[in-house]
């Protein structure tokens, strides 16, 4: 049973945008699967599944094994293991790094394409990130918050 609902899993994480538990949940009894949050959450773990931008500022699970997913998460894991904290001024965004890991960090947010960036200078331990407007430096802020929690 549980390895037929994890194959489930990958199938609906794969043919749409989930971007909850609760949301997996729903899918899953749908599918005639007698699914709780905490199930499905023990299933995320062991099926290694990342959360990865969706492009439109949502972030959705995805399977690591799969290109997107390992590309994703990969970017993901680089932000969250170098980022320290990161502020605005006006059209810049600056994010502080790891001692070291300003160019990954910024190579992963090239990687990601956000729509708000324009491109990215890094430092050893500063990024900043140019975006066309106040606006959509906030909105690159939010992203990259959604992004951070766990």
């Not at 947010?109 to 990130?129: H, N, P, R, Y």
């Amino acid at each position: 049973m549980k390895k037929r609902r994890q194959e489930k899993i990958i199938e609906i994480i794969e043919s749409r945008a989930v971007g909850t538990q609760e949301e997996l949940a729903e899918y899953l009894r749908e599918a005639g699967f007698d699914a709780t949050q905490a199930t499905v959450s023990r299933d995320i773990r062991e099926l290694k599944l990342s959360k990865v931008s969706d492009g439109t500022g949502r972030q959705k699970y995805a399977v690591m094994g799969s290109e997107e997913g390992s590309v994703g998460a990969r970017y993901v894991r680089v932000l969250k293991e170098g980022f320290n904290f990161m502020d605005m001024a006006q059209n810049l965004v600056v994010i502080r790094t790891v001692s070291g890991m300003a160019m990954a960090v910024a190579a992963a947010l090239d990687a990601m394409k956000f729509s708000e960036v324009l491109g990215c200078i890094a430092g050893d331990d500063t990024i900043m990130v140019a975006c066309r407007t106040v606006e959509e430096a906030g909105q690159l802020i939010r992203k990259i918050q959604e992004m951070l929690e766990p």
